[in-house]
């Protein structure tokens, strides 16, 4: 089946904050990114659609399965979640083990049989380009790698959608250019949302992004389309788009 995944009206509050305010989109194959500011409540639609959190309302649809229905968990929650991967603004790695054993070790926790462990991790670790590495224990490794690490862990059963909470934050851009480049491959045959409040990080490996202020979704279209949003200046179209975007608080794409 075609990866998919579809929101619709997704809402979530903490108390009377309302920290995702009835958002919606659908997305198939490809890499598209989650842009808002502090406190957008971008980790708060991820931990929903990693199935981590119930929503308060609304539904989720991954590979035609319902993960939940009108804010209750949905006949697909099981099946979804066996095909998401999802990497959270904060992981832990076994730093004494190996990369490859941290990587064996998150793919046998999602449900890969024993005897086909290492060939997953193996995979895992190519598609993020650290095979290389896979015998190193994993506290040697620089802090981009890690990340790589990380998204790898999120792979490691080869799921169909892939959600990556900040994975560029605290990266130097040589660091940050090899996750752009891993991320790309990545996005080729699956479905990959990355949030990030580093607008530039979408400019070469989203096709798509959708921006979220104040728990709305208040744009949903092509990078290119947010670029021409802004005005000329100082700052690249791109973050000119969002900028102006976030200002006027309703545009929608
Ligand atoms: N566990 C919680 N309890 C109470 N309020 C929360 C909780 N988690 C998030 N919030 C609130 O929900 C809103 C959205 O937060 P969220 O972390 O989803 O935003 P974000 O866009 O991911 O921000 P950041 O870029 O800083 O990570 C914020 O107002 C936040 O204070």
């Given at each position: 089946?075609?990866?998919s995944l579809e929101v619709t009206?997704?809402?979530?509050?903490?108390?009377?904050?309302?920290?995702?305010?009835?958002?919606s989109f659908s997305a198939g194959?490809?890499?598209m990114?989650?842009?808002?500011?502090?406190?957008?409540?971008?980790?708060?639609?991820?931990?929903?659609?990693?199935?981590?959190?119930?929503?308060?309302?609304?539904?989720?649809m991954?590979?035609?399965?319902?993960?939940?229905?009108?804010?209750?968990?949905?006949?697909?929650?099981?099946?979804?979640?066996?095909?998401?991967?999802?990497?959270?603004?904060?992981?832990?790695?076994?730093?004494?083990?190996?990369?490859?054993?941290?990587?064996?070790?998150?793919?046998?926790?999602?449900?890969?049989?024993?005897?086909?462990?290492?060939?997953?991790?193996?995979?895992?670790?190519?598609?993020?380009?650290?095979?290389?590495?896979?015998?190193?224990?994993?506290?040697?490794?620089?802090?981009?790698?890690?990340?790589?690490?990380?998204?790898?862990?999120?792979?490691?059963?080869?799921?169909?959608?892939?959600?990556?909470?900040?994975?560029?934050?605290?990266?130097?851009?040589?660091?940050?250019?090899?996750?752009?480049?891993?991320?790309?491959?990545?996005?080729?045959?699956?479905v990959?949302?990355?949030?990030?409040?580093?607008?530039?990080?979408?400019?070469?490996?989203?096709?798509?992004?959708?921006?979220?202020?104040?728990?709305?979704?208040?744009?949903d279209?092509?990078?290119?389309?947010?670029?021409?949003?802004?005005?000329?200046?100082?700052?690249?179209?791109?973050?000119?788009?969002?900028?102006?975007?976030?200002?006027?608080?309703?545009?929608?794409?």
């Amino acid at each position: 089946m075609r990866p998919s995944l579809e929101v619709t009206t997704v809402s979530q509050r903490f108390g009377r904050r309302v920290a995702v305010d009835r958002v919606s989109f659908s997305a198939g194959p490809g890499v598209m990114g989650l842009l808002g500011p502090n406190g957008a409540g971008k980790s708060s639609l991820l931990s929903i659609l990693a199935t981590h959190v119930t929503p308060a309302e609304g539904s989720v649809m991954a590979l035609g399965r319902t993960a939940f229905e009108n804010g209750r968990p949905g006949s697909g929650l099981d099946a979804v979640r066996r095909d998401l991967g999802y990497l959270p603004q904060r992981f832990e790695v076994m730093g004494w083990s190996s990369v490859k054993r941290n990587v064996e070790v998150a793919a046998w926790s999602q449900g890969v049989p024993s005897g086909e462990v290492a060939s997953a991790a193996d995979r895992a670790l190519d598609a993020v380009q650290l095979t290389d590495r896979a015998r190193s224990r994993a506290r040697s490794l620089s802090g981009g790698m890690r990340q790589r690490l990380g998204i790898a862990c999120a792979l490691a059963h080869d799921p169909k959608v892939v959600l990556l909470d900040e994975p560029t934050a605290a990266l130097d851009p040589v660091q940050r250019q090899g996750l752009r480049d891993s991320l790309a491959l990545i996005g080729q045959s699956r479905v990959v949302l990355i949030s990030t409040h580093i607008v530039e990080d979408l400019a070469h490996i989203a096709e798509r992004v959708l921006v979220m202020n104040e728990g709305a979704l208040i744009f949903d279209g092509a990078v290119n389309e947010l670029a021409l949003h802004g005005s000329p200046g100082e700052v690249s179209p791109l973050e000119a788009g969002y900028r102006a975007i976030l200002a006027d608080g309703s545009i929608a794409a």
